[in-house]
C-alpha cells in the first residue's frame, strides 16, 4: 500500500476520528478516505489549539492529531506545537517536509529538527518500509509519561513510496508506573501527623482520572486542596476542603492556606515556577509526586519524591494511610476556615461582581454567566491576560475536565481553539471560550471554522477596547500614540461569517444574551456574544 494509506490506517488503528489540518498536505486525502474526519482551520496554529483540546478533554485516551504543509504551513505552526510541550500535551504532529534531498538544504525548513527542542520527540519517515516503527516509536511516547508535542515529519517525495503488506501495526500499550513504597511510607506519615497540611493538585490527575482517589485522600485526612489552572476541576471547587485555583490570580484561601501550611502534598503537578501560577512559599516540607523525575527539584525543594502515575501514588497513600486511620477525620474547624475566608474575600470582589455599571464589570458578565449555565455539563476556558485572571478565580468547576486552565506559556487566542476540540471531543457539551479584543485579533478569523465546520460553541468576548493591562507600562505611548487601543465590532463579524453575533452594552441584557446564545448552540450554531466592558484592571492578587 502506499505511504499515506499506510499512516491513515495506523491513525486509525490508534483510535483517531479526526485529523486537524491545513493543505497542502495529502494525508488529508488519505485520512479521509480511512473514515478519518479533517477539520480545515484558517491558521495552522489554531489547529494545533484544537487537537490539543482533543487530548485533554480525553486525558489523552483519544489522541488530538494535525497535520499541515511544508516549508511555511510548519514554520507557522510552531507556536502551536511550543504551548503543548509548555503544557505538557500530547498531540501527534505531523508536517509534510521538504524532498529527501533538499530536507537539509539551507534556507529549506526542516520541521523533524527544528521543533526536537520543544517537543517529546521528533523524526522524520525516511524509508517507507520503517513506518510502522516510527508510528509505534511516537504512538509508545504520546500514550505513556509525561505528555508534550510529538513529531512525524512526511517528505514530500515519498507518498508513492510503497509500505510492505499486510501493515504490521498493532495499538501500542498504555502503561503506568508507580512510587518507591518506602517512599509511599514515609509520605503517608507526613501527611497523617501534619498540623497544617494542604493539597496542590496538577494536571496530572486529569490525566491519570484520579479525581476519585484526590477527592478520597482529601476526605479521609481532612486536607484543603488548591490546584494549578491546569489542574483546575481536579477537585470539585463546591466541596467544603476546596480552596480555589491559583495562577496569577488567587481566591484569598489559596496564599493563606499554603502560608500557614507545614507540609505540602504536590500531585501530579510539576511545580513550575511560573508568573502565572502559585508561587510556593519557602520552608515547607515539601512531598512531590510527578510523572517526570526530571521534574523533582527542578523549582522547588522536595522533601519526599514519589515518581509516577497520580493515580497509583493516590491508590499506595490511601492503602497506607487507611492502616493507622480508618475513618474520616472531622473536616467541620477546617471547612469553617476555608468558609469564613471565602466569604470574607467574596465580600469584597461582590462589588464588581455584581455591579451595575455600563460600560460593564467583565467581573459582573462572568459572575452571570457562571450563575445560568448548566457548570456541570460546560466546559470553559479563559484566554492569556485579563480573561484568565478575571475568570480563574471565581470560576467554580465542579466535574472533571469541565475547565482547560492553562498558563506556563501564554499565547494569546489560544481559548478560540481549545474550545473548538473540546466540542469535536464532547459535542454533548456546551463549550465555551473567555476573550478579550487583544486575543480576538490573533485567532478571531478561526470563528468562521467553527462556522463551516459546523462546531457550535459559545464566545464570550470582553471588549474594552483597550490592552487595558498593558496601560500601567505603556503610559506614554498609550497618551501620545494611543498604542493600546484597539477597536472592532466583533459581533457583526461573527454574523458576517455565518455565526450568531449579539453585543451587550447592559447590565440587564447580560443573562438574556447567554441564554440566546445557549439557545442558538443547541441549534447547532456557533455563538459571539460580545460585551462592552469597563477598562479593568483590578485583580485578586494574594494579599488582596
Not at 507556536?79 to 534556507?107: D, K, N, T, W
Not at 464566545?459 to 493591562?469: G, R, V, Y
Not at 506614554?476 to 457583526?492: F, N
Amino acid at each position: 500500500m502506499k505511504l499515506g494509506t499506510a499512516i491513515a490506517e495506523i491513525m486509525r488503528r490508534e483510535g483517531i476520528e479526526i485529523l486537524c489540518g491545513y493543505p497542502v498536505n495529502h494525508l488529508i486525502e488519505h485520512a479521509a478516505k480511512a473514515e478519518i474526519r479533517p477539520v480545515m482551520v484558517r491558521q495552522e496554529r489554531v489547529g494545533i489549539h484544537m487537537a490539543d483540546a482533543i487530548s485533554r478533554v480525553t486525558s489523552g485516551r483519544s489522541i488530538g492529531a494535525f497535520c499541515m504543509q511544508h516549508g511555511p504551513g510548519a514554520e507557522n505552526a510552531m507556536g502551536g506545537v511550543a504551548q503543548c510541550f509548555g503544557e505538557s500535551v500530547p498531540v501527534l504532529v505531523l508536517p509534510m517536509g521538504y524532498q529527501r534531498r533538499l530536507s537539509h538544504i539551507e534556507p529549506n525548513f526542516n520541521s523533524s529538527e527544528a521543533m526536537k527542542p520543544f517537543s517529546k520527540s521528533s523524526e522524520p519517515i525516511i524509508l517507507a518500509a520503517e513506518v510502522a516503527n516510527i508510528f509505534r516509536r511516537a504512538f509508545t511516547k504520546l500514550k505513556n509519561g509525561r505528555g508534550g508535542p510529538v513529531i512525524v515529519e512526511i517528505p514530500s517525495d515519498m507518498w508513492n513510496e510503497e509500505v510492505p503488506e499486510p501493515l504490521d501495526y498493532t495499538p501500542v500499550l498504555r502503561t503506568r508506573y508507580g512510587a518507591d513504597p518506602v517512599h509511599v511510607k514515609e509520605a503517608a506519615g507526613l501527611l497523617v501527623n501534619a498540623k497544617r497540611p494542604v493539597i496542590y493538585a496538577g494536571q496530572g490527575v486529569h490525566y491519570a482520572q484520579a479525581w476519585p482517589q484526590l477527592k478520597r485522600l482529601a476526605e479521609r485526612l481532612a486536607i484543603p486542596v488548591t490546584t494549578s489552572l491546569g489542574g483546575k476541576s481536579s477537585f470539585p471547587e463546591t466541596h467544603p476542603l476546596s480552596l480555589g485555583s491559583g495562577g496569577l490570580a488567587v481566591p484569598r484561601a489559596v496564599p493563606k492556606f499554603l502560608g500557614e501550611a507545614d507540609v505540602i502534598f504536590g500531585i501530579g503537578c510539576s511545580f513550575t515556577e511560573t508568573n502565572f501560577g502559585i508561587a510556593m512559599p519557602k520552608g515547607k516540607t515539601i512531598i512531590h509526586s510527578t510523572l517526570d523525575p526530571n521534574h523533582l527539584n527542578k523549582d522547588v525543594e522536595a522533601g519526599i519524591g514519589l515518581v509516577g502515575d497520580a493515580g497509583l501514588v493516590l491508590d499506595a497513600l490511601l492503602e497506607e494511610i487507611g492502616k493507622t486511620v480508618t475513618s474520616d477525620r472531622d473536616a467541620s474547624a477546617v471547612a469553617a476556615e476555608i468558609a469564613a475566608s471565602h466569604q470574607e474575600w467574596l465580600a469584597k470582589w461582590m462589588p464588581k461582581l455584581t455591579s451595575n455599571d455600563a460600560p460593564l464589570s467583565p467581573y459582573r458578565v462572568l459572575w452571570d454567566l457562571q450563575h445560568t449555565v448548566d457548570v456541570d455539563n460546560t466546559i470553559i476556558t479563559h484566554d492569556a491576560g485579563s480573561p484568565r485572571d478575571q475568570l480563574s478565580p471565581f470560576w467554580k468547576s465542579t466535574k472533571p475536565l469541565t475547565y482547560l486552565g492553562w498558563g506556563k506559556t501564554t499565547q494569546l487566542g489560544y481559548g478560540l481553539g481549545l474550545a473548538m476540540g473540546a466540542k469535536l471531543a464532547k459535542p454533548d457539551k456546551l463549550c465555551i471560550n473567555v476573550w478579550g479584543d487583544a486575543a480576538i485579533g490573533f485567532t478571531g478569523m478561526d470563528f468562521e471554522t467553527a462556522v463551516r465546520e459546523r462546531i457550535p460553541i459559545m464566545s464570550i468576548l470582553l471588549n474594552n477596547f483597550s490592552m487595558a493591562i498593558e496601560l500601567k507600562v505603556m503610559p506614554v505611548s498609550t497618551e501620545k500614540y494611543r498604542s493600546t487601543d484597539i477597536s472592532g465590532d466583533y459581533a457583526a463579524m461573527a454574523r458576517a461569517f455565518g455565526g450568531y453575533g449579539e453585543r451587550v452594552t447592559r447590565p440587564e441584557d447580560i443573562v438574556p444574551a447567554i441564554r440566546r446564545g445557549i439557545q442558538k448552540t443547541q441549534e447547532g450554531v456557533p455563538v459571539l456574544l460580545e460585551f462592552i466592558t469597563s477598562k479593568e484592571t483590578d485583580v485578586s492578587r494574594p494579599g488582596t
